[in-house]
């Protein structure tokens, strides 16, 4: 499964670690990669935007709605979430994506 994100910001994607599971996804309201997961798990969400739901994730900035929705569907579909940046890169981008946003 590819990276999804907003269609008028482009990361730039490097080879590198993967963002774990105890990383977070939401920067905003600091809520971990595993923390998403195991809400999906144990919730059952009929929808992505019932992620919001777990911890205020994805009402802040909006940066990590698109890997929410990519981790809501690799759930749904019994796969694992793959998420290809860095933890830096990550947060790098975010930062990038906050900037243009405010533009």
């Known amino acids: 499964m590819g990276l999804i994100v907003p269609a ?5 994607v490097r080879a590198g670690r ?22 999906i798990r144990v919730h059952k969400p009929r929808v992505a935007s019932q992620l ?16 929410l ?6 759930a749904t579909n019994d796969k694992d979430v793959e998420i290809l940046l860095t933890a830096e890169e990550y947060e790098g981008q975010r930062a990038d994506y906050r900037l243009a946003k405010n533009q």
């Not at 008028?8 to 730039?12: I, W």
């Not at 919001?52 to 890997?67: K, M």
Request: charged content about 20%; hydrophobic content about 35%; aromatic content about 14%.
């Open 8 to 12: 008028f910001f482009k990361p730039q």
């Open 18 to 39: 993967k963002v774990e599971l105890d990383d977070k996804l939401c920067y905003c309201f600091h809520v971990s990669k595993r923390k998403v997961i195991n809400h």
């Open 52 to 67: 919001s739901e777990c911890g205020g994730a994805g009402t802040g900035c909006g940066w990590c709605v698109p890997f």
């Open 69 to 74: 929705k990519q981790c809501f569907v690799a």
